[in-house]
C-alpha cells in the first residue's frame, strides 16, 4: 500500500508520539509499502534541526519526507504542493497522524474523501480532550471525515463519541527490542546505590513534585538511594529548587533529555522506574510508553490508577499502581520495590515476558497496517 502520512509530531523531535511515528514508517518500509511523510514544524524548529526556515526534503527510513514550516498562512500553500506531488503518485491511504483537528489535518481528509483514497486518524488522549474545549467543531468533523480512528489505549476510546467508536482500533505503542542486542554481554557494574528513574517531559501533570517530595521520605529508610530525572520542560528549574529546599539535591540528578544508548542505559542501571501521572481537565497519560522501555529491560514500574496506565502497567503482576497524588502511597511502593528485591525481580521478569511476547514495534505496526487493508 502507497500511505501518506500527515503529522506535526516526527523524528528527530523527541517524544512517544515522533517515536510511535518513525517506528511505523521504518516497518511499513520493510513490509513493501511505500511511505511520503509531511512534516510540520515550527520555522524555528526546521532551522535548528535541518538549517532551513523554508522547507527541506529528504530520504530517510526508506520513506519520502517532506518537512514544512506550520503557520496559518502556509496551509493552503503546503496542501496544494503535497496534492500536486501525489496526483502524480497513486495513494492508497492518507493518515493524519497528529493534528487531525487543524485546518490542514482536515483538508487531507476531506481531499481524501472526495478522492475516494482511504483516511485515518490517531488520536492520543490529551488532543481530544483539548479538542473538547476550544477545538470541537474541527474534531468533530476529523473524526466524522476519517475511515479509521487510530488510539492508544481502551482508556482513549472511551474519549471516542459512541457515533464513530465502530471506526476505533486501538493501537498500542511497542518498543525497540533489538536494543537488548547492545546490552547482551554487558556486564552490570555492582553498585551500592539503588536507583529509581523518571523518563518523561517536566510539567506539572507528570508530578515529578510528588515524586520528590515521596523520595525526600523513602531516603530516611533506604538512605542508599538515588533519583534519576531523564526530560526536559518547563517545570525543570521549580523543581530544582525543591530539590533543594528539600535538601536532597545531592540525592538527584536531572540529565536533560538523552534518546539512544545514553537512555537506554539509564534503563539498564536503575532498579525501579517511576511515573506518577495525574489526569487534568485537558489532558492525561495516554498510555505511557516509558513503562514498556522500563519492562524491555526488566524492571519493575510503579504508576497511577490514570488514564491508560493501567494498560501499560498491571497492578501486582509487572509493577504496582497507587492513586494519583498520593505521596504516602507512591513513598511506600518505592520502599517495597527498593527493599524487596525478590519482589522488584519478579515484577521486573514478568514486564519483560509481557513485552518480549506482546509488544514489538512490528506487531504494532502490523495492526495499523492491518486498520487499513479493512477499511
Known sequence: MNFLIVTFDFFPTVGGIQTRGKNYVQNLVHMKNKVTVIHLLTPEVLQTFFGSSTHFAEKNFGASIYRYPSSVKNTLKIFFKTIKFISNNHIDVIHVFSGANTPIGLLFLLYGKVKGIKTGVSFYGKDIL?????????WRLAVFLADKIGVNSKATSRLIPKWVRHKVTILYPGVDVQVLREFKNRIVVDKKEKRVLFVGRLIWRKSVHDLLQAFSRVLEKVPESKLIVVGD????????????????????EFTGTLVGKE???????????????????????????????????????IGTWAGGIP???????????????????????????????????????NAYDRVISKFSWEKATLKFLRMHQMS
Open 311 to 349: 494498560e501499560a502497567v498491571l497492578h501486582g503482576e509487572t509493577g504496582i499502581l497507587i492513586p494519583q497524588g498520593d505521596i504516602v502511597a507512591l513513598e511506600k511502593a518505592m520502599e517495597q520495590l527498593l527493599t524487596n528485591e525478590d519482589l522488584a525481580k519478579k515484577l521486573g521478569q
Open 233 to 252: 520542560g518547563p517545570q525543570r528549574e521549580a523543581l530544582f529548587n525543591l530539590a533543594q529546599k528539600l535538601e536532597i539535591q545531592d540525592k538527584v
Open 263 to 301: 537512555l537506554w542505559e539509564k534503563y539498564r542501571e536503575c532498579d525501579v522506574f517511576v511515573m506518577p501521572s495525574k489526569e487534568t481537565r485537558t489532558d492525561m497519560e495516554g498510555f505511557g510508553m516509558v513503562f514498556l522501555e522500563a519492562g524491555l529491560f526488566k524492571k519493575p514500574s
Open 130 to 138: 483539548d479538542s473538547q474545549h476550544v477545538f470541537t467543531l474541527f
